[in-house]
């Protein structure tokens, strides 16, 4: 299963990342007692979480603006000739304040928020979404840009200068560069406008999430489930000061319990919870947030000269245009829609000789596609999880998977602050000893963390001003009661392997401009090294290493392994259905002409998903409009396709490894040298190409699926 995450991506000096939260409430003023005044003295410039106090974020976040502003004014106001050097590589080298306080900002509200805070938030957001237009938008600074790409053919500038001086110019156009005094000053209102939106969507989101847990009193309603999950439900309720027993829900339309539960009215109760979490009509609705957003982005893109925002947002992505991510949707969903078609006749068929005298609905079909699963392949979750202990997936499979294949060593250290008790730390070293960055994994759901799954860094890498990088992976995994093992599905795994390729996309970044570093890539390409490390969960030598039963330490059994492979197309129409149904609903959104009235949500979606044919009642999509947090609060709209076409680069360097010998040093290092230490220092679509020798093909992504073979 293709796993969600929220990667937060810089893409250029400028572009500052506000939709990852920020925190506080202060007049406290700014100067050397502040943590973030200066670099962390810790290793890897990591930041001091045991210094660092709530009210310290908002004076250095603005102290951090105002710093950049004048630095950026130093640039503009130059008196010398525009050179490369006095202002791309200048412009580099500016808002270092900035970025240490507000990377460590986001990653404290996105994981571990409380209500001063999201206070914060609310108060920065419109002040960042300001400040960055006061840099895209000064016509001076503009204009050295422009005036160094004019002479970029004479310049003679090696390949990942001129990559910077492209990108840049490409950014301050796109951020409205041109327009005239007028249209400047209406587009720095639709930015704040928008800001403020985005931030109030999170804030509810997490909230109207939090309210929607299932809670019961009677422990018979959760039939079905192990002694381990009631224990954790049991402390779920403790944790609120609830009695009885709460079942928190994922950011996923589905929720994983729906496969054990046995009680139709308890899986109805819990799917209608998730789908309707945000439409309540209450404080936490967002249906009015994201109507307005659709149509302030719609009005936006127009002021920009483009067509609707997709266009907008797609000019630097590897599709180009929202036509070419439709036409590409478009040809999956009558594969996905068909196979989804027959899995459904398969559980109904089920139902009918169980006598169970109802049609197939959304919140029966992971009970029963559970149940068709085990009476084709003998295989069930319960008889799988006792072989993936959280501890042994990390340290014996995604650590050792990424030692075999490039070469890194982690070794946990106990002597870095962290904002959680659960987060952990390790220390990554390449061959030879080399330090290379540094790691902190924070797995566990809590209230207070946004759902999903993502990566993001601390601090980045860059030649140019000598930092390594400090990344971290974010899960919302079930928590054990204490004593009690972390036992997790081989999704959860899969989403562990999906988050670490992520994480060594940005530890092997090995860029001279921070603004090209890592993960700095566009949305459809940065999912590829990510779902790509997904492969190797199941690769033999892999799985041999870790999947070892938590008591006996005895190698999960070859006939299991047998059975998981068999079952590993199992369920695919619906599982691809439900992703394009979301992607597919985020394009309709952003398709939207600048003209058009405000839309109501619920009937908005339903016509998109007629219009796609993918309005099917027992397969809704992974998102709905009112909790689609990729597109309204992470930075995804008009680009959660991204992770289709992701995959099809992924399944096509997959079967690139297998033809060549599959997990060996030797093809490690050429992908990390070719692809995942590039950043994007050069065109992505030739950066794969010279790695894979050719364009990549679909027919890998059809044929992991099982949806098609691979000679079609």
Not at 10 to 18: E, M, V
Not at 148 to 155: C, G, P, V
Not at 463 to 488: C, D, F, M, R, S
Request: proline share 5%; with cysteine.
């Amino acid at each position: 299963m293709r796993k969600s995450i929220g990667v937060l991506l810089s893409s250029g000096a400028f572009t500052l990342a506000i939709m990852c939260s920020p925190a506080t409430t202060a007049d406290t003023k700014f100067g050397p007692s502040n943590p973030f005044y200066a670099a962390s003295t810790l290793p890897f410039h990591a930041p001091p979480f045991d210094k660092i106090k709530d009210a310290d974020y908002q004076p250095a976040i603005e102290a951090g603006m105002e710093q950049e502003l004048k630095e950026m004014e130093a640039i503009a106001n130059n008196p010398a000739a525009p050179t490369f050097e006095n202002t791309l590589v200048a412009m580099e080298k500016t808002g270092q304040l900035l970025q240490r306080a507000l990377n460590t900002f986001g990653g404290v509200t996105a994981a571990n928020t409380n209500p001063t805070l999201q206070k914060v938030q609310e108060v920065l957001a419109p002040k960042l979404a300001a400040h960055q237009d006061a840099i895209a938008l000064n016509a001076k600074l503009f204009a050295r840009v422009a005036s160094i790409y004019k002479q970029r053919e004479s310049l003679h500038l090696d390949p990942e200068s001129l990559r910077l001086l492209e990108v840049t110019y490409d950014n301050f156009v796109r951020s409205g560069a041109n327009l005239s005094d007028a249209d400047k000053t209406k587009l720095k209102k639709l930015n704040e406008e928008l800001a403020v939106l985005s931030n109030s969507f999170i804030t509810k989101l997490l909230e109207a999430t939090k309210n929607a847990a299932y809670a019961t009193k009677d422990k018979n309603t959760l039939a079905g489930l192990s002694d381990a999950q009631i224990a954790a439900a049991t402390e779920a309720a403790q944790k609120r000061k609830q009695e009885g027993y709460v079942l928190p829900l994922q950011n996923t339309t589905q929720q994983p319990d729906l496969a054990s539960l046995q009680t139709r009215s308890t899986r109805q109760a819990i799917f209608e919870n998730s789908w309707n979490r945000a439409e309540h009509g209450d404080a936490n609705d967002t249906r009015d947030i994201i109507s307005h957003m659709a149509q302030l982005r719609a009005q936006r893109a127009q002021l920009l000269g483009f067509p609707n925002h997709a266009a907008w947002k797609l000019g630097d992505q590897m599709a180009k245009t929202p036509e070419n991510a439709l036409k590409f949707m478009d040809a999956l969903v009558p594969g996905a829609t068909a196979r989804a078609a027959v899995e459904a006749k398969d559980i109904q068929d089920l139902i009918d000789a169980q006598k169970g005298r109802f049609t197939l609905q959304p919140w029966d079909w992971n009970f029963y596609s559970d149940q068709v699963r085990k009476a084709k392949y003998a295989l069930n979750d319960a008889e799988v999880k006792p072989y993936f202990e959280l501890n042994n997936v990390l340290e014996n499979g995604v650590f050792y998977a990424a030692h075999q294949l490039y070469g890194i060593t982690l070794k946990e250290r106990k002597d870095i602050p962290v904002y959680q008790p659960d987060v952990r730390v390790f220390e990554v070293s390449d061959v030879g000893g080399k330090p290379l960055a540094l790691f902190y994994c924070d797995y566990f759901k809590r209230d207070n963390k946004n759902g999903g799954a993502w990566m993001d860094i601390f601090a980045g890498q860059s030649k140019l001003l000598g930092t390594l990088p400090v990344i971290y992976n974010v899960a919302n995994l079930p928590k054990p009661a204490p004593g009690e093992p972390a036992l997790i599905s081989f999704d959860d795994v899969t989403t562990m392997f999906h988050e670490f390729g992520h994480a060594l996309h940005g530890m092997f970044a090995n860029s001279r401009y921070p603004g090209l570093s890592g993960t700095a890539t566009a949305r459809d390409f940065v999912e590829f090294p990510s779902q790509f490390n997904e492969h190797w969960a199941l690769y033999p030598e892999v799985l041999n290493h870790y999947a070892h039963h938590y008591k006996t330490g005895s190698p999960v059994p070859a006939e299991l392994v047998a059975k998981m492979r068999q079952a590993a197309t199992f369920n695919q129409g619906y599982m691809l259905t439900e992703l394009v149904a979301a992607a597919e609903l985020d394009m309709q959104w952003h398709t939207l002409p600048g003209d058009a009235p405000l839309q109501q949500p619920d009937a908005f979606e339903k016509q998109a998903l007629e219009k796609t044919h993918l309005n099917i009642a027992a397969v809704p999509p992974r998102y709905r409009s009112s909790y689609f947090m990729h597109i309204w609060g992470n930075d995804y709209s008009a680009g959660y396709y991204a992770y289709l076409w992701a995959e099809m680069l992924d399944d096509d360097a997959y079967q690139w490894f297998e033809e060549n010998g599959g997990l060996t040093r030797a093809n490690g290092d050429r992908f990390r040298q070719m692809v995942l230490s590039r950043g994007n220092t050069e065109d992505l679509e030739k950066m794969y190409e010279a790695w894979r020798g050719k364009a990549p093909s679909v027919a890998p992504l059809l044929k992991y699926r099982g949806l098609k073979g691979a000679d079609h």
